[in-house]
Structure formats: C-alpha cells, structure tokens
C-alpha cells in the first residue's frame, strides 16, 4: 500500500512500472542497465480514490494525464533505479495528495461602503483630469 493521507492509500498493484533506459550522464552505465522509471496509474479505473478526488486530479494532472485518464510520470533524475522508482512514487502520491484537498468555497462578498466612496473619487479625479486637457467648449477652431 502507498500511503497517501491519513485516510488515503493507493493499493500497489494498481501502479505499473516500467523500467527504461535513461538518457544523460552516467558512463558506460547509461548503456548498460535500465535506470529510468515510466510509472502509469490508472486513476479513471482506481478503486482506491475517491470520486471528487479523481475528478480534481483528472482536471489538474496537466500533460501527465491521457485521454484515458491514466497518469504518467517519468523518473530518470537520479542513476540508480531504486532511487529514480522512489521519486516517481513520490511525485505521483504528491499529485493525489494535492488533489485530495477540497478547494475553499468562494464565499460572495460585496464592496464595502469605505471602498465605494473612494471608487467614486478616484473617478471624479481621473473624469477631472481628463476635462482638463480638453479645450474649452466656447471657443471654436
């Protein structure tokens, strides 16, 4: 299980890995052994999340997210597997994390008295300003 909140864990059979061949620094070892991580989450087919947090990370996971609704993340940061695996799982528990926390509900508000007024002024300065650079309205051109 991968725990993560309190109340939320992802079972791991749920969470495919992949292991590929990392491009970068590294020697002879890049052409050798298979570092990079391709981890795939199925979060449209997931029993392990809820609805409304499915939704927001569906909505929220940008690129990384297909039209299948199956998150994709790449880890090839660090030259061993172990540690490139460990970042890819993190990175994915950090998604569902953030988009496990329901968003404020925007509460409607009005302007104030104090801010009405000064709105009020701040245009009869600016309309001032402005009819003072017009010309006076009884001379002709």
Do not use: C, Y
């Amino acid at each position: 299980m991968l725990r993560i909140t309190d109340t939320l864990a992802l079972d791991e059979g749920e969470i495919a890995l992949e292991f590929l061949r990392s491009g970068g620094p590294g020697g002879q070892n890049v052409n050798k052994v298979a570092t990079a991580v391709k981890l795939r989450f199925d979060a449209r087919a997931s029993r392990s999340l809820p609805d409304d947090v499915r939704a927001r990370l569906l909505a929220r996971g940008g690129r990384r997210v297909t039209r299948d609704g199956v998150v994709v993340i790449r880890a090839q940061r660090f030259r061993s597997q172990e540690q490139n695996r460990a970042d890819a799982l993190a990175r994915l528990a950090a998604m569902i994390a953030e988009a496990a926390v329901r968003p404020a509900r925007r509460r409607p508000t009005k302007p104030t008295a104090a801010s009405r007024r000064r709105h009020a002024q701040a245009k009869r300065r600016r309309a001032a300003r402005k009819a003072g650079r017009r010309a006076p309205a009884d001379e002709e051109w």
